[in-house]
């Protein structure tokens, strides 16, 4: 499987972007790549006949169209803003147009190279209530900052995450747990998670006498 850019693709690129947007944009697929024919896709980017796929993903990076849809930042549903740091890196945020592919998830955070992506589903994103739409960017990014691939994990430090941020509270959770179901294990052992309190350290159970 190829780990680099196929040389048409590069000369595409170069030709289109030129100079440092090149390196950008080549920068932006550094992860390993597969590409085959794609001839539907040839009139709507730069890319002709050519289509790049993640391995193991469900979505479609389409060459110049994708970097055009990087995401600088999240929108959260009260219309502000924020980006997600990992480790002090940007974590960069992707939303392919839609009904270029068939994505099965609203979000996804892989794998690339040393960091790691968010990918969304913008229109999934979109459908999403207030509360779990915001929370989801927090579950992401937290992927990525702890890292784990645990599903309870992430949303345990999510949660938390929201809650330090100030967009979490009584009422908001109470719209998560609506969302969830209120005895839904996952939510169960995400509050459990998130509402315990850390143990100091070097601290010890005490033994009577």
Not at 39 to 52: G, L, T, V, Y
Not at 103 to 115: I, L, P, R, Y
Request: proline share 7%; charged share 20%.
């Amino acid at each position: 499987m190829p780990t680099q850019m196929p040389v048409p693709l590069r000369a595409c690129l170069a030709r289109r972007w030129g100079g440092e947007s090149r390196y950008r944009c080549l920068a932006q697929f550094r992860a390993a790549v597969v590409v085959f024919a794609a001839p539907a896709f040839a009139s709507r980017s730069c890319i002709p006949k050519e289509r790049i796929v993640r391995r193991g993903l469900e979505w479609v990076a389409i060459g110049c169209l994708a970097v055009a849809t990087h995401a600088a930042a999240f929108t959260f549903s009260d219309g502000a803003s924020a980006t997600c740091v990992a480790r002090g890196e940007t974590v960069p945020e992707y939303a392919p147009p839609p009904d270029t592919e068939v994505m099965n998830f609203t979000g996804k955070t892989v794998k690339v190279g040393s960091g790691y992506q968010i990918i969304w589903n913008a229109r999934k994103l979109a459908a999403l209530p207030p509360a779990m739409h915001d929370l989801l960017f927090f579950h992401e990014c937290a992927h990525a900052k702890v890292p784990t691939t645990d599903e309870v994990a992430a949303n345990c430090v999510g949660l938390k995450d929201m809650r330090a941020a100030g967009r979490a509270g009584l009422a908001v959770e109470a719209k998560l747990a609506a969302f969830y179901g209120a005895t839904n294990g996952y939510w169960v052992n995400t509050l459990r998670c998130a509402n315990a309190e850390a143990k100091p350290a070097g601290a010890t159970r005490s033994v009577p006498p």
